[in-house]
């Protein structure tokens, strides 16, 4: 928050918080893990491509 890393607490068990002081705030939430959600992403798309992709099979007499 404002180019501080702060860590969220819980609130009432199920959502996250923090403090916020009055005025304006610029905030940036990155999810833990989301580089490694998107290179898995990604590898998975391309298998999807490789494995949908046509090949030319045995020609019809």
């Known amino acids: 928050m404002n180019g501080i890393s702060i860590v969220p607490e819980m609130w009432n068990g199920l959502f996250a918080c923090?403090?916020?002081?009055?005025?304006?705030?610029?905030?940036h939430f990155i999810a833990p893990g989301a580089t490694l959600g998107w290179i898995a992403t990604a590898l998975e798309l391309a298998l999807l491509w490789l494995g949908f992709r046509r090949t030319e099979g045995p020609k019809a007499l």
């Open 18 to 27: 923090i403090p916020l002081s009055a005025g304006n705030s610029q905030i």
